[in-house]
């Protein structure tokens, strides 16, 4: 199996910055594409950035400009650093993996963390 921590997240006032970080651990597995999901309360979970194992990057149009995915393949992490954050920000966001885990067989799973909050006052 493969494990998914988040870390970074908090209250933050618009216009302000954070930056996630998501560490993936575990045993004899291979992670594809990560990315960034957010659900906010009331509404469904948006992808907010993805980014493959070779870099290629995607962004919801919401925050493209603002927030930045990146990627540390050998250390199996990624983070997004969000700029001029705002109200319409707040969820929570959830990092994910698809992943092979080679102890199972070699179908690509989806991943989750447990997820970490974004508080953008006004």
């Known amino acids: 199996q493969v494990q998914l921590v988040e870390s970074g997240g908090g209250l933050v006032q618009a216009g302000g910055s954070l930056r996630l970080s998501c560490g993936a651990s575990?045993?004899?597995?291979?992670?594809?594409?990560m990315g960034w999901y957010r659900q906010a309360p009331g509404k469904q979970r948006e992808l907010v950035a993805a980014?493959?194992?070779?870099?290629?990057?995607d962004y919801a149009d919401t925050v493209k400009g603002r927030f930045t995915i990146s990627r540390a393949n050998a250390k199996n992490t990624v983070s997004l650093q969000m700029n001029s954050l705002k109200p319409e920000d707040t969820a929570a966001y959830y990092c994910?993996?698809?992943?092979?885990?080679?102890?199972?067989?070699?179908?690509?799973?989806?991943?989750w963390g447990q997820g970490t909050q974004v508080t953008v006052s006004s």
């Open positions: 994910n993996a698809d992943a092979v885990v080679y102890s199972i067989d070699l179908n690509v799973r989806s991943y």
């Open positions: 575990g045993t004899g597995f291979s992670i594809n594409a």
């Open positions: 980014i493959t194992s070779a870099g290629v990057t």
